[in-house]
């Protein structure tokens, strides 16, 4: 996954902080917004752990901070869950503006909840996800409880919400109420995917099933059963990033690469996007590519990767072969390979003279082996055939196809 820090303005003019979380090997094919808890912020692990997951699918995850928490500006005493609401569209916004229009929305607790308020305001939004969200959003009001008493008298308080202070003005509370969310559960006109835990002691499990009843197909429901609210365990939230993904296949574009078709042993192509090049090499298909610094988008090895990968990998398999025929103690065989262009003497280097290509192989072998076989496996290494290839004369053959 790769994550890339960015800033966009909310209405008022505050700058939110944001993490763009992308695939490491492809373009995203679709991008999806992440909000968060109720006075959490966008590095929870558990909101890593699920963007993590969506991009090895090829989604991209903009996750952020709402105005008022973590990195982002703001005063968090002036905001309220319409202003939550509002910091969406502008997410929105900014992702149509600078990469693509989003396709999907997931929140998190009361973030469910701000998700389900604004999908019908954003028109490219094709699927929403909840995790563990309130029916009603002011359900919330009862973590306020150690302040409600200074609230109502004052207008303002200082409360403390998971150990954490946070100051609460009454406007916050009264914009909860008056947030009718079911009507755009009732009109939502998009997949959603409900996912609740009937562990769940901060956010009750009931609440999905009004969410789920008030919603039209197509809905579902993902129980995650042993779960916490905050989905702590790495594994719970891996899980949940791993499902959104696979449902997600159902209404969002995911385009089916073409595969590549050759009656030769391997074939490549290379498009208009750099140097990104398809490989597909028997029955395996992946990607090679350049580093970004000589225009690449680095999604895959580099030729020459590939080249001292086959010299690496055909080593490491004679050896295991030749010991397995010698019945020895070898248990594993590491190969660390490095290729260079190298000076062929001293002289070259002050000169004009040309280089050779110079691949530095150390071999580390584990198991109950003696020194007479240990130098015996270091001799069949410069036996492996792709060591005999590359030392021997070689002839390619090229044609332009007919």
């Known amino acids: 996954m790769k994550s890339l820090k960015i800033n966009f303005k909310n209405q008022q003019g505050d700058s939110?902080?944001?993490?763009?979380?992308?695939?490491?090997?492809?373009?995203?094919?679709?991008?999806?917004?992440?909000?968060?808890?109720?006075?959490?912020?966008?590095?929870?692990?558990?909101?890593?752990?699920?963007?993590?997951?969506?991009?090895?699918?090829?989604i991209a995850v903009l996750r952020?901070?709402?105005?008022?928490?973590?990195?982002?500006?703001?005063?968090?005493?002036?905001?309220?869950f319409s202003s939550n609401i509002q910091d969406l569209i502008e997410a929105a916004s900014f992702l149509k503006k600078?990469?693509?229009?989003?396709?999907?929305?997931?929140?998190?607790?009361?973030?469910?909840?701000?998700?389900?308020?604004?999908?019908?305001?954003?028109?490219?939004?094709?699927?929403?996800?909840?995790?563990?969200?309130?029916?009603?959003p002011s359900h919330v009001v009862h973590l306020l409880s150690n302040g409600m008493?200074?609230?109502?008298?004052?207008?303002?308080?200082?409360?403390?919400?998971?150990?954490?202070?946070?100051?609460?003005?009454?406007?916050?509370?009264?914009d909860l109420e008056e947030a009718e969310v079911h009507h755009h559960i009732q009109n939502l006109n998009?997949?959603?995917?409900?996912?609740?835990?009937?562990?769940?002691?901060?956010?009750?499990?009931?609440?999905?099933?009004?969410?789920?009843?008030?919603?039209?197909?197509?809905?579902?429901?993902?129980?995650?059963?042993?779960?916490?609210?905050?989905?702590s365990k790495t594994a719970d939230s891996v899980y949940v990033g791993e499902v959104i993904g696979t449902w997600a296949k159902r209404y969002l574009e995911m385009p089916e690469p073409e595969l590549l078709k050759s009656d030769k042993q391997v074939v490549v192509?290379?498009?208009?996007?750099?140097?990104?090049?398809?490989?597909?090499?028997?029955?395996?298909q992946f990607l090679a590519d350049e580093p970004t610094d000589v225009g690449g988008n680095d999604f895959g090895p580099t030729p020459y990767d590939f080249?001292?990968?086959?010299?690496?990998?055909?080593?490491?398999?004679?050896?295991?072969?030749y010991a397995d025929h010698k019945k020895w103690d070898l248990q594993e065989v590491t190969v660390h390979l490095q290729h260079d262009k190298i000076h062929i003497n001293d002289e070259d280097m002050e000169g004009n003279g040309g280089k050779i290509d110079y691949i530095d192989r150390v071999i580390e072998l584990e198991g109950n082996l003696d020194e007479t076989q240990r130098k015996r496996l270091l001799e069949i290494a410069d036996r492996c055939p792709v060591h005999k290839t590359l030392n021997s004369p070689v002839k390619i053959n090229t044609r332009l196809a007919e």
């Open 307 to 321: 080249l001292a990968t086959a010299l690496g990998t055909c080593t490491s398999m004679t050896l295991r072969m």
């Open 149 to 174: 008493d200074e609230l109502n008298e004052k207008g303002v308080a200082k409360v403390s919400i998971g150990g954490r202070p946070f100051t609460i003005k009454k406007q916050f509370v009264e």
């Open 190 to 231: 998009r997949a959603l995917l409900v996912m609740h835990s009937p562990q769940d002691t901060i956010v009750g499990i009931e609440n999905a099933t009004k969410i789920y009843k008030a919603a039209q197909h197509p809905r579902s429901f993902i129980s995650l059963d042993g779960t916490d609210h905050l989905l």
């Open 64 to 80: 952020f901070d709402f105005t008022g928490l973590g990195e982002s500006d703001g005063d968090f005493a002036d905001t309220n």
């Open 16 to 58: 939110l902080t944001a993490r763009m979380e992308l695939p490491l090997d492809q373009h995203p094919h679709n991008f999806a917004i992440f909000a968060h808890c109720f006075t959490c912020n966008k590095n929870l692990q558990a909101v890593r752990n699920i963007s993590r997951s969506l991009t090895q699918v090829g």
């Open 98 to 136: 600078n990469y693509r229009a989003p396709t999907m929305l997931i929140g998190h607790s009361l973030g469910g909840a701000a998700v389900l308020a604004v999908a019908s305001k954003i028109e490219t939004i094709k699927a929403v996800i909840t995790i563990g969200a309130p029916y009603d």
């Open 269 to 284: 192509r290379t498009g208009d996007e750099g140097f990104t090049t398809e490989v597909k090499a028997g029955n395996h």
